[in-house]
């Protein structure tokens, strides 16, 4: 087989995910290789193609990530035997492999056997794979862009409309199905990490009624799971989640209540994640006081700590503003759980969508509770030790709060008020996202957007909502003839 003019990366590990080769797979050694589980792929820029994938090879069975390149020469080319991330790879992918190289080496000097995929397709699937540059067109762009000032606005809009409920529902359902998960984990007294699908199949058994959820600290730890993700952006929102999961609230409130707490917050959230520096390597400047503090601090909590610790390599700080820095949301997570456990803070937004009746003056009122200013060490620090050229006036600004309130607060109130059969306030929550206005967007939605000829709906949330559904449902997959639009248009 001749070497193609470019191999795209996503499409290999479309194969991968598929599995669909002609024989038994074998590493370039010679060992059989059983896939017993793919993982989750990673989505996000940074770190290998699937986390947490079981794989046989030979007689032993191997959990860890799995890393895909179109080349072996990959591995050192895009510097992954130099990042720590890589360091929990179990089993690399390449479509070639000239020399037959047997292993690859991550940091830590552990080798990894590795595998020749074009080995193991057809001639018909190998060349499917040889795609030349000048005809990719961009991602993001809408095959129909073209013709799409053909159909009528109201059938389009009226569509993208219906795909941004559509998203909500979807967001409420994700909610609702973890808080049956931490409802169940709570009666069975089991804290995360737990089988997850053993979970669910019990969880899917269990018939819950409005008594199971009357628990206040269960709807606590929901929101705190799910402002923790937010926080994270796209990069670092499944890490987020972890430790959120890792440490309960419950644990936090064994810390105490004077004005101390929040320090205490913060020396269990930083070590924890990995992040607190090494003080004995860094200089002895006042800058290094923080660090030291928190980490005689954490001295005496991690005694009664018994959950997962993580690493700084499962944080992303590449490619990334200052302000999104773990560290900040960090500081700003611990600022926000003083709220969330003192401050009586699902009750006081449960009372501002109660009793204020103008929709746009409780957006305002209620998005201002999630805008979170900085204080103490993270005023003048962006990373540990290293103090930065500007002050961080905000661990969350008014941008990173409206996100939060439309994906994370309204599906949760939404939720709430449906569990407890306040039917009216649900039906108030969903009018809220429907006419909630959109002050940012990414990438995706503005091109989407442009390719139906018509940014104006760049200035509603549902619509941008429904512009992301839109290209993740439809475009993205090439289902163009189950799109109302797309079905217009080539029908």
Known sequence: MGQPSKIYEKQITEIWKSQSFQNTLQTVKGEEIHVLDLGLENLETGGPDFKNARVRIGNLVYVGDIEIDPDYSNWKSHAHNIDEKYNKVILHASLSNKFNHQYVYTKNGRRVPTICLSRFLSDESYKKLIVKEEKVSNDN?????????????????????????????????????????????????????????????????????????????????????????????????????????????????????????????????????????????????????????????????????????????????????????????LAGGAKFLELLLYDNFIENINKKIMEIRNLNVLINSTRTMFVLKSRGYWKNHFVFVKESREDVKYFVGLSRADEILINVVL?????????????????????????????????????????????????????????????RSYCSKKKCLDCEIGSAIFS
């Open 141 to 329: 762009s809408l095959k129909c862009s073209h013709c799409a000032d053909s159909i009528d606005e109201n059938i389009k809009r009226n569509f993208v409309s219906k795909l941004g409920m559509e998203r909500f529902h979807k967001k409420c359902s994700r909610i609702y199905s973890r808080l049956k998960e931490i409802t169940y984990l709570k009666s069975l007294k089991v804290h995360e990490p737990v089988i997850q699908y053993d979970l669910k199949q019990k969880i899917d058994e269990k018939k819950f009624s409005h008594d199971d959820f009357q628990n206040k600290e269960i709807w606590q730890q929901l929101l705190y799971e799910n402002v923790f993700e937010a926080l994270g952006y796209s990069k670092n929102k499944a890490i987020m989640l972890k430790l959120a999961q890792a440490v309960p609230l419950d644990f936090f409130k064994k810390l105490g209540t004077d004005e101390d707490a929040h320090f205490r917050f913060e020396a269990v959230l930083f070590n924890v994640a990995g992040l607190v520096p090494d003080i004995e390597k860094q200089s002895s400047s006042i800058n290094s006081n923080y660090p030291k503090r928190i980490l005689e601090e954490w001295e005496n909590i991690k005694r009664i700590y018994d959950g997962e610790i993580f690493e700084k390599a499962d944080w992303e700080f590449l490619r990334m503003r200052p302000q999104n820095f773990p560290t900040i949301r």
């Open 411 to 471: 599906p949760f109130f939404a939720v709430y008020y449906e569990v407890f059969g306040k039917e009216d306030l649900a039906k108030k929550v969903v009018k809220i996202y429907s006419i909630y206005p959109q002050n940012s967007g990414n990438k995706i939605v503005r091109e989407v957007a442009e390719g139906l000829n018509n940014i104006d709906y760049l200035k509603k949330t549902v619509l941008t909502q429904g512009l992301l559904e839109l290209y």
